[in-house]
């Protein structure tokens, strides 16, 4: 009796790179699961292995950017012992170098809806996640204060970092300087403020920050 050949499971990872694949090669959105899925090579069962739908696909991607970006961070020996802010800025600048490797893919995903970010449906499992790393942020600073009035609240500062997100995405999106160092400097400008607003020292930054945005609007 023959034996039946064990077929080689398709991870996660090898659909989203088939799907990135896809819509890059096609320039469309897939109209169905089974067109994807045909195209890629693998099954319907495969992909439900993972996902429910193509929607939750899309958000699944930018949900991997940010655990691959967490990953990487952890894998540095010396990020533990990064102050808040250096966190911060080690967390944007290692997600924006990863986007720009998939920046093809983004510039697609995004291009009917640059001016509503903030509402992409996409982009709501990301949003989740970066709050969190936020807060998380904010509650380790806050357990080194024996005082509660130095304390800052992990929630604003959570809605605060996202929306410092969604500028830098923004930002990035239309940079076309060489190796995207203008949003380098966006990224540490920024960053710097919202620290600097949170120590109540803010004024240097922001002016700084204020220029820095005056002069990229007028060219």
């Known amino acids: 009796m023959a034996k039946k050949t064990k077929t080689k499971e398709v991870t996660e990872d090898q659909i989203i790179t088939a799907y990135i694949d896809y819509v890059l090669e096609h320039e469309v959105v897939p109209k169905s699961i089974f067109k994807f899925c045909k195209a890629a090579g693998i099954t319907e069962a495969d992909f439900y292995q993972y996902y429910g739908s193509i929607e939750t696909l899309r958000k699944g991607i930018w949900k991997k950017f940010y655990t691959n970006t967490e990953s990487l961070l952890l894998k540095n020996k010396d990020y ?3 102050t808040n802010k250096d966190k911060m800025l080690t967390f944007f600048y290692s997600f924006f170098e990863l986007l720009t490797l998939n920046r093809s893919y983004v510039l697609f ?7 509503l970010l903030g509402t992409m449906e996409q982009l709501k499992g990301l949003r989740k996640q970066i709050r969190h790393f936020a807060m998380a942020l904010i509650d380790e600073g806050n ?5 509660k009035i130095t304390q800052h609240n ?6 605060g970092a996202w929306f ?14 060489a190796g995207f160092e203008k949003t380098d400097m966006a990224i540490e400008k920024s960053i710097n403020t919202i620290f600097d607003i949170f120590d109540n020292t803010p004024i240097d930054n922001i002016v700084d920050f204020g220029k820095f945005l005056f002069k990229e609007k007028m060219q």
């Open 164 to 177: 410092e997100f969604l500028f830098i995405l923004k930002f990035w999106l239309d940079d076309d300087s």
């Open 80 to 82: 533990v012992s990064f």
């Open 143 to 147: 357990a080194q204060k024996t005082l």
């Open 109 to 115: 995903t995004v291009q009917n809806e640059r001016k």
């Open 154 to 159: 992990p929630m604003l500062f959570a809605e």
